[in-house]
């Protein structure tokens, strides 16, 4: 028996031509006889193939663990402070038997102190500080039956205390302080707490108990001024010094028949 070696050929043809080969890969072979001897001729097509744009986006991959919290920082420096705000509230209050305003605040208007008639059963039942001239809307009112009436107050039975003000009547002064927000009048008080600013101190007063018309009380400025030329028994509304009594209040330390004290103060 005589052995024939048989060759193999490989030929490998790669084409660049994307317009031309499409498809996948392929390999192919085709049958020859050379001097009598079988050759296969193998063809490997080998395409180049397009970049990933029309692929689909891989999906997320698994969340990380969480790093370990990091040290505090060291605390940063203190920050200049800040201008005091001089118009961001403030506070409104009347000093009673006063023409003006304690040092630091504001006068708004000077007034004339105003309440109803001592001895009628209706009425107001406060004090009000009516500005020196006022402005009306309407001067016609035709049922002056069917009303109640606003008088000017006078100070009674000062002995003493307000010296040449009794039967005068009471001035009054609506002031204004932008550094403080609130107010708080202590009856029986010559001071106020800490921390808090004294406006005023003076004396309680009210209506007297015995007539029929009911007044708050108010703190009247211990330097009681009157309003001039105004010396008139006419008893329009009237203001009286407020006694302490020992029936319900504990004595000592409260004194019987002795004029309450009082004090403005504001922080």
Not at 105 to 119: M, N
Not at 169 to 193: E, F, G
Not at 247 to 257: E, I, Q, R, T
Request: glycine letters at 12%; a positive charge.
């Amino acid at each position: 028996m005589v052995l024939v070696p048989i060759l193999t050929t490989l030929s490998i043809i790669v084409s660049t031509n994307e317009n031309t080969i499409k498809g996948p890969s392929s390999v192919s072979t085709n049958k020859r006889y050379i001097n009598e001897t079988n050759v296969k001729e193998v063809y490997l097509q080998i395409l180049r193939g397009r970049d990933g744009r029309d692929g689909l986006t891989g999906r997320d991959g698994v969340k990380g663990e969480r790093g370990d919290k990091g040290e505090r920082g060291e605390k940063g420096e203190t920050g200049p402070i800040g201008k005091t705000c001089t118009k961001c509230g403030g506070v409104v209050y009347t000093r009673w038997g006063r023409k003006s305003c304690p040092t630091g605040a504001e006068l708004l208007y000077e007034g004339i102190t105003g309440g109803s008639y001592y001895d009628h059963p209706g009425g107001g039942a406060n004090y009000v500080c009516l500005p020196k001239v006022p402005q009306y809307m309407s001067t016609t009112y035709k049922h002056t039956n069917l009303a109640n009436y606003m008088y000017g107050t006078e100070y009674e039975w000062t002995n003493g205390i307000f010296p040449g003000t009794d039967q005068h009547n009471v001035p009054c002064a609506v002031c204004y302080t932008s550094t403080k927000s609130v107010k708080l009048m202590i009856p029986a008080r010559t001071s106020c707490p800490s921390s808090w600013t004294m406006e005023y101190k003076g004396y309680l007063m009210a209506e007297r108990s015995s007539h029929h018309a009911k007044s708050v009380y108010e703190c009247v400025d211990e330097s009681a001024e009157s309003i001039n030329g105004s010396q008139a028994n006419v008893n329009g509304a009237t203001i009286f010094f407020t006694l302490s009594t020992c029936n319900g209040l504990p004595c000592p330390p409260y004194v019987n028949n002795v004029p309450i004290t009082c004090v403005v103060c504001t922080k």
